[in-house]
Nanobody, 126 residues
Framework: QVQLVESGGGLVQAGGSLRLSCAAS????????IGWFRQAPGKEREGVAC????????YYQDSVKGRFTISIDKAKNSVYLQMNSLKPEDTAVYYC???????????????????WGSGTLVNVSS
């Protein structure tokens, strides 16, 4: 059974940093695409950063390019999102998602994943 558990969210001032973690179980990352999505109040869930298992094929939403970095630790079966220079508009619930790879990384970040965590709240104050 695929399980994804996020952690690391919290309250941070604008300009600050947070590192989100996603612990995966029930599967190994080798044949999966994995990524981070977010949903702000009143908005649809959107892809933020997605990657293949080797992290050599990645996608970033334009608004986070240069500020966010997705990374993967296969030994720990975990995925991370380092978020720097945070802005109030980054405030959202952040979800970890995973899907067996059939399409490209960008496709999954655009249309979503098959498996989801329960999310972690990131609140950026101005």
């Amino acid at each position: 059974q695929v399980q994804l558990v996020e952690s690391g969210g919290g309250l941070v001032q604008a300009g600050g940093s947070l590192r989100l973690s996603c612990a995966a179980s029930g599967f190994t990352l080798d044949t999966y695409v994995i990524g981070w999505f977010r949903q702000a109040p009143g908005k649809e869930r959107e892809g933020v950063a997605c990657s293949n298992s080797n992290a050599d094929n990645t996608y970033y939403q334009d608004s986070v390019k240069g500020r966010f970095t997705i990374s993967i630790d296969k030994a720990k079966n975990s995925v991370y999102l380092q978020m720097n220079s945070l802005k109030p508009e980054d405030t959202a619930v952040y979800y970890c998602g995973a899907a067996q790879r059939r399409y490209g990384v960008t496709w999954y970040c655009t249309y979503g994943m098959d498996n989801w965590g329960s999310g972690t709240l990131v609140n950026v104050s101005s």
